[in-house]
């Protein structure tokens, strides 16, 4: 098993490029392990995990509804935002300026094959982050993501996520709210779930904006101590 983890910061990029960037690493890792299986062989496949700030975009996931998103074309291009219909699970999701958006590109054969446990190590990753800064992050009963003030009426959430997964191999992953315009959370029912608040990290912290790059480096760790991984910083290739 390879637990390797190839890192790479995108920084600031387009939703489409990544997306595809993204489908580039996933295809390799399982066109591999079809020839691994086809000829008998053996060879390591890679793990990937990108980190990236997009643009303001909303995605709807497979299951998700269209209605969810509550403005049109035009307002679209008012708001400076895209929207793209993707392969992931879940519902609609935004992302934008201010937002750590991490997406692992993992053969799980390579950790633990169990996408259940995958989720919540991921949602665990981010309630360990969130509790450096003094806060604690809460799984919601049936809905992925992290949680604040879960099970109160002042319940609001801090994290979305929905992840891919084919032949064991995952894509897509987790947003973090961090220095995030919450606004733009107004033009959408957040993961299909009405009534139910968006926070970010510098809101809840009181502070005007919080370092983007060590809320990263929170995460890696966390990251690789609940997988076991070996982290290997590389330069973005997109």
Not at 14 to 19: A, E, G, N, S
Not at 64 to 90: H, M, P, S, T, W
Not at 94 to 123: A, C, M, S, W
Not at 177 to 203: E, Q, R, W
């Amino acid at each position: 098993m390879n637990k390797k983890v190839v890192v790479q910061d995108l920084g600031f990029q387009d939703f489409k490029k990544t997306w595809d960037y993204q489908e580039t690493l996933f295809q390799r890792i399982v066109d591999l392990k079809i020839k691994n299986r086809r000829q008998g062989n053996k060879l390591e496949t890679p793990n990937h995990f990108l980190f990236v700030e997009h643009p303001h975009v909303y995605t709807l996931g497979k299951s998700g509804d269209e209605d969810n998103l509550l403005v049109d074309e035009v307002q679209l291009k008012e708001i400076g935002a895209k929207f793209y219909k993707i392969n992931r699970g879940g519902d609609i999701t935004y992302h934008g300026p201010g937002q750590v958006v991490g997406y692992p590109v993992l053969d799980l054969d390579n950790f633990f094959t169990d996408i259940h446990k995958y989720l919540r190590f991921l949602e665990e990753i981010v309630i360990l982050t969130l509790a450096e800064y003094g806060l604690q992050g809460q799984r919601s009963q049936g809905e992925t993501g992290v949680w604040l003030d879960v099970g109160t009426p002042f319940v609001r959430k801090i994290c979305a996520m929905g992840v891919r997964a084919s032949r064991w191999v995952t894509m897509h992953g987790f947003a973090l709210n961090v220095n995030t315009d919450l606004g733009y959370f107004d033009h959408m029912i957040p993961c299909g779930i009405k009534d139910k608040a968006v926070t970010s990290l510098n809101v809840e912290l009181g502070k005007r904006e919080i370092d983007m790059n060590e809320v990263m480096q929170k995460l890696l760790v966390h990251f690789e101590t609940l997988f076991e991984a070996e982290l290997i910083e590389q330069k973005a290739k997109v």
